[in-house]
């Protein structure tokens, strides 16, 4: 019996199937951390496997990369001015991967994932 993406869980009359099992404990997920714009605040999670994951609740800099001189500069973000991952983010300054910031340089694309990463590193899109 063939089923397609559509009909995942059902019969081929249609008819919706039990579950066999509950969710387990690795399955399990976890809510998403929004990093806002204020004092440094980093928390150290553990991950499966016994690993752990540094996750930034707030950030206060970022480590700017100029593309033109290849060098890099720790400077503090002033604001969030556009957000791609959802507009609202922008006006409660929290920063995402793919976010645009204003900092002391100028304006600089984020390309590290802060909730995962710990740290917020991005690249200068046009200097002051």
């Known amino acids: 019996m063939a089923f397609w993406h559509g009909d995942k869980g059902k019969t081929a009359t249609g008819a919706q199937r039990n579950h066999y099992r ?56 002033l604001t969030v001015l556009e957000n791609t991952a959802n507009p609202h983010f922008v006006r409660r300054n929290v920063i995402t991967k793919g976010c645009v910031v204003k900092t002391e340089l100028g304006k600089a694309k984020v390309t590290s994932r802060p909730s995962q990463h710990g740290i917020v590193s991005a690249i200068l899109l046009e200097s002051k």
Not at 25 to 32: A, V
Not at 50 to 70: C, D, Q, Y
Request: net charge positive.
């Open 22 to 77: 509950k969710k387990r404990k690795y399955e399990l997920g976890s809510l998403p951390l929004l990093p806002k714009l204020e004092k440094d605040k980093r928390v150290l999670k553990r991950t499966k496997g016994g690993g752990t994951k540094i996750k930034a609740h707030s950030i206060e800099f970022v480590n700017v990369l100029n593309p033109k001189t290849r060098e890099v500069k720790k400077v503090k973000i």
